[in-house]
């Protein structure tokens, strides 16, 4: 059986400390960095060794110090994980859920996703075309399955929130080359 530390008290040199190992392995929105650190706040005041109060006020004021600083910036974050989920191959539609949950404000959000929208024709058919390859659908399957994987493949785009004009698009290409080609000639 293992046995677990105490916490310690939740000062500011060590969520400090906290603070800084987090952001070294993670990018973060300044909520979620909260929400980090207000985890180790809820322990120490589990165990009674710390206020929630008092915790909550030292993350409030190293939040507002990180900001400040420049180490979080909610639109350079909000940015970042837009390219990144596009690129995996997420739509427009799905890309809002994971920054809302991570405190990104919609505002930041919008600005990302209209500056991937004024760097590329097509995002969300550039998307769905890396859906496509990561999940090895039509037109990425052997010629003589395609038909009869149209229908799955089609729900599998519209599930990932692809609308049906694109997702045909994709399942109707007649080859990845010549839909990646369709993407590079603008559209």
């Known amino acids: 059986m293992r046995r677990h530390r105490p916490p310690s008290p939740p000062t500011a040199e060590k969520l400090d400390q906290a603070a800084l190992a987090y952001l070294e392995h ?10 980090v650190l207000m985890r180790r706040v809820e322990r120490a005041a589990r165990a009674g060794i710390a206020a929630r109060e008092d915790g909550a006020a030292l993350v409030d004021a190293l ?22 989920l596009h690129r995996s191959g997420r739509s427009r539609a799905l ?28 995002p969300d058919l550039r998307a769905g075309l890396a859906f496509a390859r990561r999940r090895r659908l039509v037109p990425f399957r052997p010629a003589g399955e395609r038909a009869a994987r149209r229908a799955r493949d089609l729900a599998a785009l519209g599930r990932a929130g692809f609308g049906y004009a694109i997702a045909r698009r994709i399942v109707d290409a007649p080859s990845p ?8 000639a603008g559209g």
Do not use: C, M, W
């Open 26 to 35: 993670y990018a973060s929105s300044a909520a979620n960095l909260r929400r």
């Open 63 to 84: 939040v507002a110090r990180f900001r400040s600083a420049g180490l979080l910036d909610d639109k350079t974050y909000a940015e970042g994980r837009v390219q990144a």
């Open 95 to 122: 890309i809002r859920r994971p920054l809302a949950a991570k405190g990104v404000a919609d505002a930041d959000i919008a600005a990302a996703l209209q500056e991937l929208d004024a760097a590329s024709a097509d």
């Open 177 to 184: 080359e010549a839909l990646a080609a369709e993407i590079a």
